[in-house]
């Protein structure tokens, strides 16, 4: 059943967080199924704009149709990631996403609110749900000065003008966390003194955290051992995110990890079966990785086991 993120967001505030994940294939599709099931979680299947480019943007929407079909019990959202204002409006004139995000937060801030607000208000006479992002993930060194780095990160004031005026639903922050497998080149971590900035000027908001992939050591030193070369590839420690959603965070966003699972999976697989050359042999192994994956995931977000309560106060 496709829901909205806002519903979802309800039932988490303060306890747990949804777990917000990226899929492009088939596979992923099945394994985020099966392994979301497993866990009795509900979660946020996104789609980036890459993503909807891979094949076309109707094939994976037919997959998620089919996957709602094969799997009637599953609760979800169907999220547009990191959006710009033409792909926004597009899915939301296809009337298949429950949320879409609208990224400006490149642009200036007054710019940046003008954009979401256009947004928000084509979104909202459909009763789809607007994520919107303020400040800069990523490149937050360890050699910049201290004030430097801060600005990349997001205001709390500005924080709660960018709500008040643009009346989206969440706000991606940005508090020390990068995408892909190489965060935190030194010794920062997550910035929950900023979070809880914010979520003092914006009580009972839902805050979102991207780039929130664990990048575990022992994935990586499978891929390398199989002939991959991630050295240094580091991410965020899964047992703070409990932590986060203590503090407002109800999504957490993991695209990394599960491409670390495709990536050991098939390094290991065509490695050690050299004379194989059935791809559905691999996707079989990947498929029930990747559902472990989310499963062991939805643990650490809290998310695991909230389906029935959520199913009965809908
Ligand atoms: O934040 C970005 C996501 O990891 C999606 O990545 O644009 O390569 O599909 P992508
Ligand atoms: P990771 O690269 O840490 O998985 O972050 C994904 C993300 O934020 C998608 O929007
Ligand atoms: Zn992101």
Known sequence: MIVTTKKLFEFAYGKYAIGAY???????????????????????????????????????????????????????????????EQTCYDCIKSGFYSSVMIDASNEPFEENIAITKRVVDAAHTKNIVVEAELGQLGGVEEHVAV???????????????????????????????????????????????????????????????????SVPQEEVARINAAGGNLKGAKGVDANQFKKAATLGVTKINIDTDGRLVWTRVHREYFRDHPEVFDLRLPGKVFMSEYAKFIAEKNEKLGSAGQIDFIRKHL
């Open 22 to 84: 990226n899929i492009n294939n088939l596979e992923q599709i099945m394994g985020l199924f099966h392994g979301n099931l497993d866990s009795k979680a509900p979660f946020i299947i996104q789609i980036s704009k890459g993503a909807r480019s891979y094949t076309d943007k109707h094939m994976l929407e037919a997959m998620i149709r089919a996957a709602d079909e094969i799997f009637p019990d599953a609760i979800f959202a169907v999220h547009l990631d990191h959006g710009d």
């Open 147 to 213: 004030n430097e780095a801060d600005a990349k990160l997001t205001d709390p004031d500005q924080a709660k003008e960018f709500v008040d005026r643009t009346g989206i639903d969440s706000l991606a922050c940005a508090i020390g966390t990068s995408h892909g497998a190489f965060k935190f080149s030194g010794t920062q971590g997550l910035r929950f003194d900023v979070l809880a900035e914010i979520q003092k000027r914006l009580p009972g908001f839902p805050l979102v955290m991207h780039g929130s992939s």
